[in-house]
C-alpha cells in the first residue's frame, strides 16, 4: 500500500480540490474524483492509470512517467489499474 496525502490547505469549495491536495498514490481500483479551476498537467510516476476527463470522448491510459495535459474547469476522473503514484502540476 501506498501512502496518501489528505493534508488540505485551505478549502477550495464544494468539489473542488486544490492540485497539491489530490492524494499522489493510490492503490490498485481506487478512483479519485476532482475538478481543476485551470489547465494542468497530470503524470503517471509509476504504475497504470484510467483517466477519464470531462467533455472528452477519449479516455487515457497513463503509465511510466507518461503524461496528460488537462484544461481547466473540467471534472478529473483517476481509477489505478495497479498500484500508482501521479502527481498534477
Not at 501506498?2 to 497539491?20: E, L
Not at 475538478?35 to 479516455?59: A, S, Y
Not at 491510459?61 to 495535459?69: A, K, N, P, S
Request: charge should be negative.
Amino acid at each position: 500500500m501506498f501512502p496518501m496525502n489528505h493534508a488540505r490547505k485551505r478549502s477550495p469549495g464544494p468539489d473542488r480540490v486544490i492540485a497539491s491536495a489530490v492524494p499522489s498514490c493510490i492503490d490498485k481500483d481506487d478512483i479519485l474524483a476532482f475538478n481543476l479551476e485551470r489547465e494542468r498537467r497530470l503524470t503517471c510516476n509509476n504504475g497504470l492509470l484510467w483517466v477519464t476527463v470531462q467533455d472528452d470522448r477519449n479516455d487515457y491510459l497513463l503509465e511510466g512517467r507518461r503524461e496528460l495535459h488537462v484544461p481547466g474547469g473540467r471534472k478529473i476522473i483517476v481509477q489505478a489499474e495497479e498500484p500508482s503514484c501521479f502527481q498534477v502540476d
